[in-house]
C-alpha cells in the first residue's frame, strides 16, 4: 500500500462517521464522485484546511493545499465503488475501496457555508 493511501486510510480511521436520515431529492450508485453543483469549489475552515469539491472528485485540503491524492486516485481498485445522496442542501458521498467504506456528508448552511456532519461544529467557508 503507498503512503498516499496510507494518509489517507488513517486520515479516516481517525474520524467518526455519522449518517443521517435520507432526506436526498436523488442517489446515484457508480464508480465516480458527482458532487453537486452548490458545493463545488474549496472550502476551508478558520485554520485553512477543508475540502475541494470539484465536478467529479473530491480533495481534502490542510493549510490551503492537496495532502493526498484526491479520493478518484484510489479508481483503479478492483472493488472501488461510489454510492451518493445529493440534494440542495445535502452532499453524502459513500465510497468502497480494499475493503472499507468511507462516508463524507456535508450539509449546507448558507450559499457560502456548509457543515461536515461527522464533525460536530465543523464550518467551512466558500472561498
Known amino acids: 500500500m503507498n503512503n498516499k493511501m496510507k494518509k489517507l486510510l488513517l486520515l479516516s480511521a481517525i474520524l467518526v ?12 450508485n457508480n464508480n465516480t464522485f458527482n458532487p453537486p453543483n452548490w458545493i463545488q469549489g474549496i472550502w476551508l475552515n478558520s485554520n485553512s ?7 467529479d472528485d473530491i480533495c481534502l485540503l490542510f493549510l490551503n ?20 445522496e445529493i440534494s440542495e442542501t445535502r452532499y453524502l458521498a459513500r465510497f468502497t475501496n480494499g475493503g472499507s467504506e468511507f462516508t463524507y456528508e456535508f450539509e449546507k448552511i448558507s450559499d457560502d ?9 465543523s464550518v467551512y467557508e466558500r472561498q
Open 17 to 28: 462517521f455519522a449518517c443521517s436520515s435520507d432526506d436526498s431529492n436523488s442517489s446515484v
Open 113 to 121: 457555508l456548509i457543515s461536515w456532519v461527522a464533525v460536530d461544529g
Open 65 to 84: 493545499q492537496a495532502v493526498a491524492d484526491c479520493l478518484m486516485a484510489n479508481s483503479a481498485a478492483p472493488d472501488f465503488s461510489v454510492y451518493e
Open 49 to 55: 484546511s477543508g475540502w475541494e469539491f470539484r465536478q
